[in-house]
């Protein structure tokens, strides 16, 4: 089963691309590497190219935002290739389905609703979506959060979707409380050097962290991601002073590289 193509025009683009994948997975002649794939071996590309792309965005290239975004698209032929040769569905269907969902959640757009602003909307899109959820064979809240997700975004998600029904900390201050006793029994843990009990532990505090970047309408991915930036851009102020007296990282120590640290930091906020 090959994939429909979107247009009868041989020279579309989407076209092209889906013939080259048709090529790809082609047992006659196709590439040994891509018909080896399946799924689940493709999966840790799809989830790498997609953070290629949040990359992109944040270091507000363009241009590599073009190739990664098509990077992205190749992945979702891939996965409709590999689904095609198994008759479940193909990139068509998949266009269709996409197109059919947005049309759905955006009555105010498509529809006889009037307008709705972006707070209303996102409201309905939540309700929407629980409709959604409840005509499938799975009912319980939590049962399609996505097991995928990296660790830190599924438990905000996680939270957020326990915290529709109440299930939540009523304040800021109660989370940071609730912060302070896991980071006490974290404390205790390491004390004891049960590396399975510090690994719960540890966990307890990020998912923890977690809430409390939901209360605070924080994207946590986003706090971390700017942090990492900010942390190699202070350790290449490090490399870069050491280099200055004639020395390297490893040939420097850790009073003196804090020292540094801080002035990259006094250097920042001035």
């Known amino acids: 089963m090959s994939q429909t193509p979107p247009s009868p025009d041989v020279d579309h683009p989407v076209f092209r691309l889906l013939e080259i994948m048709d090529r790809l997975r082609d047992p006659d002649g196709g590439c040994a590497w891509d018909l080896e794939q399946t799924f689940a071996t493709i999966a840790p590309y799809t989830v790498e190219e997609a953070y290629e792309v949040a990359d992109a965005i944040e270091r507000g290239d363009l241009k590599d935002l073009k190739e990664e975004l098509g990077d992205l698209l190749f992945q979702v032929a891939f996965h409709a290739r590999m689904a095609a040769e198994q008759g479940a569905f193909d990139f068509a269907d998949v266009a269709t389905a996409i197109s059919d969902k947005m049309i759905r959640r955006h009555p105010h757009v498509f529809g006889d609703e009037g307008h709705r602003t972006a707070g209303e909307q996102t409201v309905a899109w939540e309700t929407l979506k629980q409709q959604e959820r409840a005509g499938k064979e799975r009912h319980g809240i939590l049962d399609d959060v996505p097991v995928g997700l990296p660790a830190l975004t599924r438990a905000v998600k996680l939270s957020k979707r326990a915290a529709r029904v109440g299930f939540v900390w009523p304040s800021v201050k109660e989370v940071l409380d609730k912060l302070d ?81 801080d002035e990259a930091k006094a250097a920042e906020k001035g």
Do not use: C, H, Q, Y
């Open 181 to 261: 006793e896991e980071v006490a029994e974290l404390k205790a843990e390491v004390a004891g050097g049960d590396i399975e009990k510090l690994r719960g532990e540890l966990g307890d505090v990020l998912f923890v962290i977690a809430n409390l970047a939901r209360t605070l309408d924080i994207e946590p991915e986003d706090a971390l991601r700017a942090t990492n930036a900010k942390f190699v851009r202070r350790f290449g102020f490090i490399e870069d002073a050491l280099a200055e007296r004639g020395k390297t990282p490893e040939m420097s120590d850790l009073a003196e590289m804090d020292a540094l640290w």
